[in-house]
């Protein structure tokens, strides 16, 4: 599927080839989501404790990715209403702690947004 971008860059336009995204949110909604609260498991004589850990496999093609996104976690604008989106400035220098060539962080920022999209959701669910 192609769709077109909706700017240009000195008179030509951009096209965006999306791809599957199903990773990607899947990735997002495992590190965001809260679980049951320690209310509702009660009501079924549980405790957080006897719930297990989640265990998600992360595919290698979106792992600098997921790395990235996961470190970027303290990273969050927040406005009166929530999560507003992350501070893209912080990219750069927290790629580079993580080791990461500046092609791979060009290339891991569209996942990065995918991700970050998917975290505001759940995030808004939750409330």
Same mark, same amino acid.
Request: glycine share 10%; with cysteine.
């Given at each position: 599927? /192609? $769709? $077109?971008?909706? *700017?240009?860059? @000195? *008179?030509? =336009? *951009? ?5 599957? &995204?199903?990773?990607? &949110?899947?990735?997002? /909604?495992?590190?965001?989501? +809260? @679980?049951? =609260?320690?209310? !509702?498991?009660?009501?079924? *004589? ?8 989640? !265990?998600?496999?992360?595919? +290698?093609?979106?792992? +600098?990715?997921?790395? %990235?996104? !996961?470190?970027?976690? &303290?990273?969050? /604008? ?13 990219? +750069? ?8 060539? #500046? &092609?791979?962080?060009? #290339?891991?920022?569209?996942?990065? /947004?995918?991700? !970050?999209?998917?975290?505001? %959701?759940?995030? =808004?669910?939750?409330?």
């Amino acid at each position: 599927m /192609r $769709r $077109r971008a909706s *700017g240009s860059a @000195g *008179g030509l =336009s *951009g096209c965006v080839q999306p791809g599957p &995204t199903g990773k990607l &949110t899947q990735a997002a /909604r495992v590190l965001y989501e +809260p @679980g049951p =609260s320690e209310a !509702e498991l009660a009501a079924f *004589g549980l405790t957080k404790a006897d719930i297990p850990d989640v !265990e998600f496999e992360v595919w +290698p093609d979106i792992w +600098p990715a997921f790395l %990235l996104f !996961e470190a970027m976690s &303290t990273q969050w /604008r927040v406005g009166m209403g929530g999560p507003i989106g992350l501070d893209y400035t912080a990219i +750069p220098a927290i790629a580079q702690l993580l080791g990461m060539k #500046k &092609t791979d962080t060009t #290339k891991a920022f569209q996942d990065i /947004r995918v991700m !970050e999209a998917e975290a505001m %959701l759940v995030m =808004s669910e939750s409330k």
